[in-house]
């Protein structure tokens, strides 16, 4: 699962034409088609304002540096960044989004909250493994049988895949990857959407 953002009136830098579709009475297979998603490709990289895409893991850590940051937006706006619901945010509000992030960029402002979220992370205790309920060990009877036999604190069964017999794992928290240049990259998207949709 992933969220699609595609820009409503995105910056065409001149001379660079959208490629034409093939049509129907293309086969899927026809050359013409990875010719077309090739040239596609391209014609996004260099317009990027048209459309970018990010999955759940990377969308969550720019959607909370858009809410912690961007106190112009409204909260319908921050409600809209958590769904795939068609939430639209207007052409000025995502020029602002693109001007603010790269403001932010240049004082290493964008640097910090990375880092800070990224210490967070790392100080949150481990919690119970929710596969084995906190034992280490697997006493369901798993779909797949490549688990080894395990006995920890009296009890037997298999070793739990989800923490490796330890009965502790990483916070859910620590999924969420943070990274600079994804924030980045999608600052120089906003400010050349001419706003955009999140579905």
């Given at each position: 699962?992933g969220?699609?953002?595609?820009g409503?009136d995105?910056l065409?830098?001149a001379?660079?034409?959208?490629p034409?579709?093939?049509g129907?009475e293309v086969?899927?297979d026809?050359?013409?088609?990875r ?5 596609q490709?391209e ?7 048209i459309?970018f895409?990010a999955?759940?893991?990377w ?15 409204s909260?319908e706006?921050?409600a809209?960044?958590c769904?795939n ?14 001007q ?21 992370v ?15 060990v697997r006493t369901?009877?798993?779909?797949f049988g490549d688990?080894?036999p395990?006995t920890?604190?009296?009890i037997?069964g ?9 009965g502790k ?11 600079t ?7 120089k ?11």
């Amino acid at each position: 699962m992933g969220f699609d953002i595609y820009g409503m009136d995105p910056l065409i830098r001149a001379g660079y034409d959208k490629p034409e579709r093939p049509g129907p009475e293309v086969s899927y297979d026809d050359d013409l088609w990875r010719d077309y998603f090739d040239k596609q490709k391209e014609f996004e990289k260099i317009n990027p304002g048209i459309y970018f895409r990010a999955n759940v893991w990377w969308w969550r850590p720019i959607a909370l540096f858009l809410e912690e940051t961007m106190h112009f937006l409204s909260d319908e706006d921050i409600a809209g960044l958590c769904y795939n619901d068609a939430h639209i945010i207007t052409k000025d509000k995502a020029k602002q989004i693109g001007q603010h992030i790269k403001d932010l960029n240049e004082i290493g402002a964008v640097d910090a909250w990375v880092r800070d979220k990224k210490i967070a992370v790392i100080m949150i205790s481990k919690e119970d493994c929710t596969i084995c309920e906190g034992t280490g060990v697997r006493t369901d009877d798993p779909m797949f049988g490549d688990l080894e036999p395990y006995t920890k604190n009296g009890i037997e069964g298999l070793k739990c895949n989800g923490c490796n017999g330890e009965g502790k794992r990483d916070p859910w928290e620590s999924n969420y990857p943070y990274d600079t240049e994804i924030i980045l990259e999608f600052g120089k998207f906003a400010e050349e959407s001419g706003g955009f949709q999140i579905c």
